[in-house]
Each structure stands twice: as C-alpha cells, then as structure tokens.
C-alpha cells in the first residue's frame, strides 16, 4: 500500500516557469491537502478538496492552481514561479474531515532561482 | 480564532532520559488537539490525537500527551528517549469546521545525544 505519493521529489525552476506538482493516494480518502512548509515555520496550507471536482482555498494560494478530476490525483500547479515558492510542498490526505487523521507524501523540494 | 505555540524550538536531551515537548493553544472552543512527527525527509505522520476524551492520551512509539484545559496547555512526554526519536515534531489544534481548520505550530526540534 503506497499510501501518498509525491512526484518528483526535488526540482530546481529558473524565475517565470511553470510546473506541476504531482501527488496520487491510493486509499479512496475524499480529501486531499497541498501544504508548503518553509524554514523555522509551521505548515501552511495553500488549497484542498473535498472531493473529485470539488477546490477551495487555503490560507496561501497566491500563485497556484490546483485541479481535482478523481479522487486519487490532486495536481499542484505553480505558474510563473517566484524565488518566494521556494519552498518544501506536502500533499496529504484524510478519510474523514477534520480531526480526522492527515496522511502525508514525502515531500517535494523547489528551488526558485 | 485559534492558535498554537510551541515554546520551544530546540530541545536536547541524552539517550535513556524523559524527553518533554511543550505546546499551548489558544482556543475559542473545544479543540481538537494533535501531536506530528517528521523524520528527515519524511513526510508527517501522527503520534497521537485527542479529540474530548480521555485527557491522557496514549501515542505511538511510547509517547503521550496531557491535555489540560486550566493550563491550555497539550505537551508531549516519553519516559525513555530513544535515539530514533530525534526528528522534527509539530503540535497542531483544530476547532472543527472543515478541511481547512488545521492551524500548526512552527515545531520544535528534538536532538538526543548519545
């Protein structure tokens, strides 16, 4: 059982590209987070879903866009990417609404330079 | 609206030692209450919850947590310190209400010393 998966792990992106972050689980969860994670900071949330064909906005958005066409995949995509999404992003997922249990993938890294 | 502190960033302790991780929240209701665990390079994954039962709350890996509402305080404590317990942990509150209720603390490095 894979649970979270992240693609790719690591990724270095010149100013004013694009790119897709991808994550996949494989345990039916109808809901799934992106989250990024910056130095000496707690987790902030950017978007999550409820469900396929269901998005809402986190607390830091700014900058991406996601899509949620099944429930496994829930695609992050950053356009004309800033030095300031440098960053560690996490993809999780829940079975239940909050409190329920977040599983978390392992992480990708950007780099923006 | 909620929040949550972890006091302190860094803490040190010898292997065989009580490691004490410390965590208060501000809360306009009654919360929901996490501790998280990151390994380098890992993704996070949870030790224990409490959800308003039992205030004593049992983790995994011989962990556990008090909730104590007098003191707003949900500190996490293992009597042992193991030299697999050094990693990155986050307390995290939540007062219910959606996907987005999740609010967690900046962490607090544990570093065991052999």
């Known amino acids: 059982n894979a649970g979270v998966t992240q693609t790719p792990k690591f990724r270095i992106l010149k100013i004013g590209q694009s790119m897709t972050l991808q994550c996949a689980q494989d345990m039916n969860h109808n809901y799934m987070y992106w989250y990024r994670q910056d130095p000496g900071m707690g987790l902030k949330l950017i978007y999550y879903?409820?469900?396929?064909?269901?998005?809402d906005k986190g607390e830091v958005p700014n900058g991406y866009n996601v899509s949620r066409s099944t429930t496994e995949d829930f695609p992050l995509r950053l356009e004309l990417a800033a030095p300031s999404q440098t960053s560690v992003y996490f993809c999780?997922?829940?079975?239940?609404?909050?409190?329920?249990?977040?599983?978390f993938g392992e992480g990708s890294r950007l780099t923006v330079l | 609206a909620q929040s949550v502190t972890q006091l302190d960033s860094h803490v040190s302790v010898s292997e065989g030692t009580p490691v004490l991780l410390r965590c208060n929240y501000s809360?306009?209701?009654?919360?929901?209450l996490f501790w998280y665990v990151q390994h380098p390079n890992k993704g996070l994954q949870l030790l224990l919850k409490y959800t308003s039962a039992a205030t004593l709350v049992k983790g995994i890996n011989g962990f556990e947590a008090e909730f104590k509402k007098s003191e707003t305080s949900f500190h996490l404590t293992k009597p042992s310190a193991h030299m697999s317990d050094a990693a990155e942990y986050f307390c995290v509150v939540s007062e219910g209400g959606g996907a987005d209720g999740l609010t967690f603390g900046k962490g607090t490095h544990l570093i065991i010393q052999p």
């Open positions: 809360s306009s209701y009654s919360p929901s």
């Open positions: 999780a997922s829940s079975e239940n609404r909050v409190p329920g249990e977040l599983f």
């Open positions: 879903s409820v469900g396929a064909g269901i998005t």
